[in-house]
């Protein structure tokens, strides 16, 4: 099992960017998919992006262009780099894990490991 932690959240102006982090216990230890989700008041939770064991990533066609998920260059954190936000993008946004060695769903029901969130609020 292992623990995750989200931060970076934040209100920005639409066009700015925030750097979300999701902070695992056991990078490089286990083999997990990590995905970002993120949801609306009233909405289903959406898939934003993951990134299997190997580093191989994948981000939602909303945001492509936009934001980038990786590894930071030390430790055991993962970033989420968002960049010319959208009023569209407001949500909480979740960090979830699921063990296995690829990515191979964007159902959050099949994901075991959540964190407790970070909050994204753009304005115009």
């Known amino acids: 099992q292992i623990e995750l932690v989200e931060s970076g959240g934040g209100s920005v102006q639409a066009g700015g960017s925030l750097r979300l982090s999701c902070t695992v216990s056991q990078v490089g230890r286990n083999r997990y998919c990590l995905a970002w989700f993120r949801q609306a008041p009233g909405l289903e939770r959406e898939w934003v992006a993951d990134?299997?064991?190997?580093?191989?990533?994948g981000v939602a066609d909303s945001v492509k262009g936009r934001f980038t998920f990786a590894p930071a260059n030390a430790g055991n954190t993962v970033y989420l780099q968002m960049n010319n936000l959208k009023v569209e993008d407001t949500a909480m946004y979740f960090c979830a894990a699921e063990a296995g060695a690829g990515c191979y769903t964007r159902n959050p029901l099949e994901y075991d490991y959540w964190g407790q969130g970070t909050q994204v609020t753009v304005s115009s």
């Open positions: 990134i299997n064991s190997y580093g191989d990533a």
